[in-house]
């Protein structure tokens, strides 16, 4: 295993916890900032349009500079962004802190696919990239089970906190075990956007928005799915929390190495109606409570099972406009985390029960289905007239 893929991994393990942590810790954010539930859910839409500007303003200022030195920045917004987060006293303060947390994220994710697919192995490029995102499942499997422990015992700030201290671990790995990479060849600012003038990159763009808004609308409110419908205590949630993030580990893993072997949009277009058809039974069987965990590990293991396809599909489309490109896929990642937390909300806040967000949900993964349906038949069409 190549050490500078560890390192990649190593920064989207960071970022997955500060991401996912605020699912586990929603409740206790809000009891202590003294704001309802669907309100601390606004802490990760405010994440997730963080990751929204930041990927095309990084296109912007720093396009042209070297792969390795963009890396090492993104980390220093990272760890201010996070340990200020931890510091928050109010709703206002951790809107923003939590939206400055975000600004790296999609950036890092797009210039590290990059670095993941000019250091992989032939042939195994999805495989590659599906490593480097793996630190993200494995920060679902251990880091964001620990923050929710870490929350119940002690502080919901302490999870911000061991963020921005990793945060400087990684910084350290990145500049020791990544290659010093050249900058991308210069096709202008235009260039870096003309990818999109193309139906094909905007069918995979809403194919991640939509497939990943759906299953946030459930898994936002996981916690208070599990208890309040699901009967589970709220200590439950650190092992909750962990299942969930093994079968992010393990569907990213199957992900990665079925895209090599079946091709990558045959992945993700199967995945997805497995992972609508789970939405839809949470929805009638949340209230056993081995059905209810069982239904969303299967939700939770296709999410990340579609993530490196999606990834590499968009490079694949994206020539020219690489950075960018690479960028999209967590622009729209996280785009559909900010519809899906704010859509899942809407039905708690009508005062029905906590399994109504995944009916939500269901309704926003098959728009995803048919992105990706029209994306593959015209993909088929273009191969047959060659």
């Keep these: 295993m190549k050490k500078s893929l560890v390192a990649l991994a190593f920064g989207t393990l960071g970022l997955g916890i500060a991401e996912f942590v605020m699912m586990g810790i929603l409740p206790d954010v809000a009891k202590d900032l003294q704001i309802s539930i669907p309100q601390a859910g606004h802490f990760i839409s405010a994440y997730a349009l963080g990751v929204c500007v930041g990927a095309p303003l990084m296109v912007l200022v720093a396009r042209t500079r070297p792969l390795k030195h963009l890396l090492l920045g993104l980390m220093v917004i990272y760890v201010c962004g996070n340990l200020c987060a931890s510091a928050s006293n109010d709703y206002w303060m951790m809107l923003l802190m939590r939206f400055v947390s975000g600004l790296p994220h999609g950036a890092y994710f797009g210039v590290g696919s990059i670095v993941a697919e000019k250091l992989a192995d032939k042939g195994k490029s999805s495989q590659a990239v599906a490593l480097m995102v793996s630190g993200m499942t494995i920060a679902n499997l251990f880091g964001v089970p620990l923050g929710t422990f870490l929350s119940n015992m002690f502080s919901w700030r302490i999870p911000f906190m061991f963020s921005g201290v990793w945060g400087l671990v990684i910084l350290y790995f990145i500049w020791k075990w990544v290659p010093s990479?050249?900058?991308?060849?210069?096709?202008?600012?235009?260039?870096?956007?003309?990818?999109?003038?193309?139906?094909?990159?905007?069918?995979?763009?809403?194919?991640?928005?939509?497939?990943?808004?759906?299953?946030?609308?459930?898994?936002?409110?996981?916690?208070?799915?599990?208890?309040?419908?699901?009967?589970?205590?709220?200590?439950?949630?650190?092992?909750?929390?962990?299942?969930?993030?093994?079968?992010?580990?393990?569907?990213?893993?199957?992900?990665?190495?079925?895209?090599?072997?079946?091709?990558?949009?045959?992945?993700?277009?199967?995945?997805?109606?497995?992972?609508?058809?789970?939405?839809?039974?949470?929805?009638?069987?949340?209230?056993?409570?081995?059905?209810?965990?069982?239904?969303?590990?299967?939700?939770?293991?296709?999410?990340?099972?579609?993530?490196?396809?999606?990834?590499?599909?968009?490079?694949?489309?994206?020539?020219?406009?690489?950075m960018m490109g690479a960028a999209c896929v967590q622009i729209a990642f996280n785009l559909g985390n900010a519809i899906g937390a704010y859509a899942g909300g809407l039905p708690i806040n009508a005062g029905l029960g906590y399994q109504y967000p995944a009916l939500v949900g269901v309704f926003i993964v098959l728009l995803g289905l048919v992105a990706i349906s029209v994306y593959s038949k015209r993909e088929s069409a273009s191969r047959s007239r060659m």
């Design 181 to 322: 990479l050249p900058a991308l060849p210069d096709t202008g600012l235009k260039g870096q956007f003309r990818f999109l003038k193309h139906l094909a990159p905007w069918l995979l763009i809403f194919t991640t928005m939509f497939g990943n808004g759906g299953i946030f609308c459930c898994y936002s409110y996981v916690t208070p799915l599990m208890t309040h419908v699901a009967g589970f205590s709220e200590y439950s949630m650190t092992f909750i929390m962990m299942m969930a993030g093994l079968s992010m580990t393990v569907g990213n893993l199957i992900g990665g190495r079925l895209s090599d072997q079946c091709g990558p949009a045959r992945v993700v277009k199967y995945t997805q109606a497995i992972m609508a058809m789970g939405l839809l039974a949470i929805f009638f069987g949340a209230s056993v409570s081995w059905l209810a965990v069982v239904l969303m590990c299967i939700c939770t293991g296709g999410l990340f099972a579609v993530s490196a396809p999606q990834q590499l599909l968009l490079l694949q489309n994206s020539r020219g406009g690489e």
